[in-house]
């Protein structure tokens, strides 16, 4: 007896996608909450094309503050891509430069996705952060 898939499985390999967000003063207070609601572009240039935001929480949970659990959902609103999403939910070691989330979701285009987003802090000044996510996705 043959088995076949209903859908097909997709590996993606999107363009480096950067989010700017506004610094909050570390270390931060321990059992805190930050919620993100930032532009989502393809540079990290802040004349980069905005084809998105990520929406999301950084909880500073316990004494450690510069790790932090990261939920993060990038929506996508321009494009092949507008509607669709992708979820990342991963402790994120914030002090060092380069780093790595998992893709535990996503909808539309990302139906059930699953992946990884290294990660890697591109610029850092008292008010600002850019952080570039190199996101590779296997989804159906």
């Not at 092949?80 to 979820?87: K, T």
């Not at 780093?99 to 996705?113: C, D, N, S």
């Amino acid at each position: 007896m043959a088995l076949s898939a209903a859908k097909t499985l997709q590996q993606s390999r999107w363009p480096v996608l950067t989010s700017r967000a506004m610094t909050i003063s570390l270390p931060a207070p321990p059992n805190s909450i930050v919620v993100h609601n930032v532009p989502l572009t393809v540079g990290p240039e802040p004349t980069s094309e905005v084809i998105g935001n990520a929406q999301g929480l950084e909880v500073f949970a316990g004494g450690d503050t510069t790790t932090v659990v990261v939920y993060l959902d990038y929506g996508f609103t321009k494009g092949d891509l507008n509607g669709s999403s992708i979820s990342v939910f991963s402790r994120n070691p914030s002090i060092e430069r380069e780093r790595e989330l998992a893709v535990v979701g996503g909808r539309a285009k990302f139906r059930m996705a699953e992946g990884f987003a290294p990660l890697k802090t591109y610029f850092v000044n008292q008010t600002t952060v850019v952080v570039e996510y190199n996101v590779t996705v296997i989804h159906y």
